[in-house]
């Protein structure tokens, strides 16, 4: 093989594992994140319609094993969180909503919040009586 053969071929392979690195860099999905939006509310009943509850400020909380991000909701309950992707305990407090003069804990209406992909509509509600 000529020298010129071999400087040519060393360049492609060089240029094929730049472009292998480049691709694998791109797609890695450990660090795109997925957006989760919803409603921190209050209901005073059981049943729960849209017309049943009320948005509230508050903090809302997103954990997925030992890590948690805390956003805050405004005046109309409404939060976003930019996460990692995964299944999410979702809960929240406000000042509005508190039982002998402690934050109540609210949770989101179905259980864990599976964030693969952004979500919306979630509802962290606070049930009082």
Same mark, same amino acid.
């Given at each position: ?15 094929a ?13 450990? =660090?795109?994140? *997925? @957006? ?8 005073? $009943? !059981?049943?729960? /319609? ?13 954990r ?22 995964? =299944?999410?305990? *979702? @809960? ?8 002998n $003069? !402690?934050?109540? /804990? ?24």
């Open positions: 093989m000529s020298r010129t053969s071999v400087r040519a071929l060393t360049l492609l392979s060089a240029a594992l730049v472009v292998t690195l480049a691709g694998c860099n791109s797609s890695s999905s450990s =660090t795109s994140t *997925v @957006t989760v939006s919803g409603t921190l509310a209050y209901t005073a $009943g !059981v049943a729960v /319609t849209k017309q049943s509850y009320t948005g509230m400020p508050g903090t809302v909380m997103l997925a094993g030992s890590h948690t991000h805390s956003v805050t909701a405004d005046a109309h309950g409404h939060f976003s969180a930019r996460v990692l992707p995964g =299944t999410y305990v *979702v @809960t929240g407090q406000s000042p509005q909503f508190t039982i $003069g !402690v934050f109540g /804990t609210c949770t989101a209406v179905g259980g864990d919040v599976e964030a693969s992909h952004d979500r919306s509509g979630v509802l962290v509600l606070c049930v009082g009586k």
